[in-house]
């Protein structure tokens, strides 16, 4: 018995729907394994899907605590009130979608040929939903109506001594002893407002002021700047470049940052992670439609996140 897609359409036979069914399920599987590379908000936001597919948009509280304790007398009435209020915000959501497919030839031409079908476009289709996600938790969107980690509004900026060879503030030009100052005027900028209350445990670079610190090296040459600020800076754990912080800040310079990352002060929303739809038939073509949903970055906490233009 043939399987018909519809009355002006070539056919698949019975032997042929089953293969590509299977062949189909199998792409999708593999799809769902492919892992982005180069694609670094996967590896440094932690991922919410807690707001679920259908939502539009998402309400938040950003939290502050107000009020202090005291030395009370025996008997004492006037105990000191502390309180906690929040300023509701919202992001909106956004579906992302793409396709991919195959025609009735190609999945002929692999059944005859013992052949699986070509999974590329499928990986292809993965790739461009996570490179979209990917833009769009780090970077802010006025169009869309959703804000990444990078540019975030209400995070603290502060400025850098431009002191480097020729009045540059790029750590290109600057020594050792100047560029382990900025790092020092970013942490600073995190921890001092806050009275400590947090502790930036992330620095994010551009490329070129990242192979600064890997290519310069210290003493007898046996130890790298890099490495030097992970051995020495005990509340930097993580070290990390950015394509996305090249050319983001003022006048068209890099972006260098400090960050608290953790789902506590910060998510990347994404209500319905990636999924592939049910296929769609037409003429001679099958369709697989690719489907997610994504409302970029919530900082919870900007004052636990600094950073500085111009390195």
């Given at each position: 018995?043939?399987?018909?897609?519809?009355?002006?359409?070539?056919r698949?036979?019975?032997?042929?729907?089953?293969?590509?069914?299977?062949?189909?399920?199998?792409i999708?599987?593999r799809t769902?394994?492919?892992?982005?590379?180069?694609?670094?908000?996967?590896?440094?936001?932690?991922?919410?899907?807690?707001a679920?597919?259908?939502?539009?948009?998402?309400?938040?509280?950003?939290y502050n605590?107000v009020?202090?304790?005291?030395?009370?007398?025996?008997?004492?009435?006037?105990?000191?009130?502390?309180?906690v209020?929040?300023?509701?915000?919202?992001?909106?959501?956004?579906?992302?979608?793409?396709?991919?497919?195959?025609?009735?030839?190609?999945?002929?031409m692999?059944?005859?040929?013992?052949?699986?079908?070509?999974q590329?476009?499928a990986?292809?289709?993965?790739?461009?939903?996570?490179?979209?996600?990917?833009?769009m938790?780090?970077?802010?969107?006025?169009?869309?109506?959703?804000?990444g980690?990078l540019?975030?509004?209400?995070m603290?900026?502060?400025s850098?001594?431009?002191?480097?060879?020729?009045?540059?503030?790029?750590?290109?030009?600057?020594?050792?002893?100047?560029?382990?100052?900025?790092?020092?005027i970013?942490l600073?900028?995190?921890?001092?407002?806050?009275?400590?209350?947090?502790?930036?445990?992330?620095?994010?670079?551009?490329?070129?002021?990242?192979?600064r610190?890997?290519h310069?090296?210290l003493?007898?040459?046996t130890i790298?700047?890099?490495k030097?600020?992970?051995?020495n800076?005990?509340?930097i754990t993580?070290?990390e470049?950015?394509?996305?912080?090249?050319?983001?800040?003022v006048g068209g310079?890099?972006?260098?940052?400090?960050?608290s990352?953790?789902?506590?002060?910060?998510?990347?929303?994404m209500?319905?992670?990636?999924?592939?739809?049910e296929?769609?038939?037409?003429?001679?073509?099958?369709?697989?439609?690719?489907?997610?949903?994504?409302?970029?970055?919530?900082?919870y906490?900007?004052?636990?996140f600094a950073?500085?233009?111009?390195?």
């Open positions: 018995m043939a399987v018909q897609t519809s009355q002006s359409q070539r698949l036979d019975r032997a042929e729907s089953a293969f590509f069914a299977r062949e189909a399920e199998h999708k599987s769902y394994d492919a892992k982005p590379r180069m694609l670094k908000a996967f590896g440094l936001i932690p991922i919410s899907t807690e679920g597919p259908g939502v539009t948009e998402i309400v938040f509280r950003r605590s009020g202090i304790a005291k030395i009370i007398a025996d008997y004492a009435k006037d105990f000191p009130r502390v309180d209020y929040g300023v509701e915000d919202r992001v909106k959501v956004k579906g992302i979608g793409d396709s991919y497919g195959f025609n009735i030839k190609e999945i002929r692999s059944m005859r040929s013992g052949k699986n079908l070509d590329r476009r990986v292809t289709a993965r790739r461009a939903h996570d490179e979209k996600a990917n833009k938790a780090l970077l802010s969107s006025a169009e869309d109506g959703t804000r980690m540019d975030y509004p209400g603290t900026e502060t850098l001594p431009a002191d480097g060879t020729g009045g540059s503030k790029r750590w290109a030009t600057k020594s050792v002893d100047q560029i382990l100052r900025d790092i020092d970013l600073d900028a995190v921890a001092i407002p806050t009275s400590g209350r947090e502790e930036a445990n992330t620095l994010l670079l551009p490329q070129a002021a990242y192979r610190l890997v310069t090296r003493g007898d040459n790298t700047l890099l030097y600020i992970k051995d800076y005990d509340t993580r070290i470049w950015l394509n996305e912080l090249s050319g983001i800040g310079t890099d972006r260098i940052m400090v960050a990352l953790d789902e506590e002060h910060i998510t990347w929303e209500p319905t992670p990636f999924e592939q739809l296929e769609e038939h037409e003429g001679m073509e099958i369709t697989i439609p690719c489907h997610s949903e994504c409302a970029g970055s919530i900082m906490y900007p004052m636990a950073y500085a233009d111009g390195v």
